[in-house]
């Protein structure tokens, strides 16, 4: 579901569409309650066990989830782009679980877990939308877990310059924008030397073509019928 509400135009988006008149209402009211916040590159959207106090909808832009262990190794356990939802763990726990970083600018909107932690009690069939979408982010972790972690380097490089182009367009798009070697190494649970010698592999045979530079930043043509073929293995 998806409605708009206050100034900033601020449109948030939900699972499904509530029956009742009231918890419409209560969206919009929502909305116009959110704050529009701007990010830079690599800046700190929320801090790993903080106590949560807010929750963040993605409008524009990427943003990288990081787990770091006791010994201190951060892996990056999530991406998320325009229409995620960052933080709604925290309406059932405390504390947050994860770092979240942007990684490159980001637009979101801030909400406070206090006021839809109420949606309990004033409107819990839209409090239920919002835990439905929580344990949605929590199946899409699952699957990230077998795409990126299981296989050859070669295969998980692969799906996730897939994984990349879906998010940046759409399946169907031959272009992708890649993240750097660090950061790609961090979601594949493999070495950043590992993943820019299968870069370089892919370039040399054509699967991977440098297109333009805008900004600093390269896009690139893949071709997605020999990186599926690859992501298979």
Known sequence: MRLEGGRAGTTLALPQQPTKGTDRIALRAMARSARRCWYPPRSVIITQGDTAHSAFFIRRGLVKLIATRPEGRERIVRLLGRGGWIGLGGLL???????????????AYRL??????????????????????????????????TQFCCGPVRARVARLVNFLACMHGSERSSEVELLTCDEMAGILAVTPESV??????????GILSAERSRSHVVRYRRDALALQALAND
């Open 112 to 145: 406070s877990l206090t006021r839809l932690r109420r949606l309990k009690q004033t409107h819990p069939d839209l409090y239920c939308r919002l835990t439905e979408t929580w344990y949605e982010c929590l199946q899409d972790a699952d699957l990230w877990l």
């Open 196 to 205: 820019s010698r299968t870069l370089a592999q892919f370039k040399r045979s």
């Open 93 to 107: 726990n405390p504390m947050t679980e994860h770092a979240a970083i942007a990684v490159g600018p980001v637009e």
